[in-house]
């Protein structure tokens, strides 16, 4: 079954400081895709990064960076010198093909996260 | 660059009244989602659409909740009748893809409607 948690709930910096969002999933899958979406307050959610199950790789975008690990199930996101701009809630994504067609997503329960000035 | 348009941004109902939400997913966008996220918690899919047909509608409380595409390219929800419990942001989200097990690219989300059953 499909299963996305992220164990933090929140987590407070000060400005400057590097900070890691753990993600950990489950999957029945070899397919399956992995995203992280950024949740500002006011309240869209935006797409930062995809990544499919045969790509290991890891990958930065300026100060972001994610850790995909297949055997520890994880795919994690930290954003170096964390900024004020960067207070939100971040959420892990999980999609596997579905029977009836399609990907179906499932989202973790968020982290939301402060930085403070 | 283009948007998943929502309206209303904001909408206050009391209980057992009726309420509807409608969503403009990209241009070419074959498939398009709604989403519920209780605050505090991640979205949940509610239903699933694949052009004019509904793919997967498992989580949506079909004695109170519906939803339509009739011409596969906006949506509506409708609660009837709403309950306090429904209150909650209501996400619509579309994506490109038209199920190609291959290739999925995520989703772009409108901004939401904020629900508030009173």
């Known amino acids: 079954a499909q299963k996305v948690t992220q164990a933090q709930t929140e987590i407070s910096v000060v400005e400057k400081e590097d900070v890691t969002l753990d993600c950990v999933y489950e999957?029945?899958?070899?397919?399956?895709?992995l995203f992280w979406y950024k949740q500002p307050p006011s309240g869209e959610l935006v797409f930062l990064i995809r990544r499919n199950s045969f790509d290991e790789q890891n990958e930065i975008s300026g100060r972001y960076s994610w850790n995909f690990q297949k055997s520890t199930s994880s795919f994690n996101f930290t954003i170096t010198a964390s900024q004020v701009v960067d207070s939100a809630v971040y959420f892990c994504a999980l999609s596997e093909f579905s029977n009836t067609g399609g990907f179906k997503t499932i989202f973790g329960a968020g982290t939301r996260l402060f930085v403070k000035a | 660059e283009a948007e998943v348009a929502q309206s209303p941004r904001y909408k206050i109902t009391e209980k057992s009244q009726a309420v509807a939400f409608w969503c403009d997913p990209i241009s070419g966008h074959a498939t398009l989602y709604w989403y519920r996220q209780i605050l505090g918690q991640g979205p949940e899919l509610l239903v699933q659409?694949?052009?004019?047909?509904?793919?997967?509608d498992s989580q949506l409380p079909k004695d109170r909740f519906s939803a339509e595409r009739l011409k596969g390219v906006d949506s509506t929800l409708k609660i009837q009748p709403a309950e306090l419990g429904d209150s909650a942001m209501y996400l619509c989200?579309?994506?490109?893809?038209?199920?190609?097990?291959?290739?999925?690219?995520?989703?772009?989300f409108g901004s939401g409607t904020r629900l508030t059953v009173v």
């Open positions: 659409f694949q052009d004019e047909s509904v793919v997967d």
């Open positions: 989200a579309s994506s490109p893809e038209s199920g190609d097990y291959y290739n999925h690219y995520g989703y772009t």
């Open positions: 999957t029945r899958d070899t397919t399956y895709y």
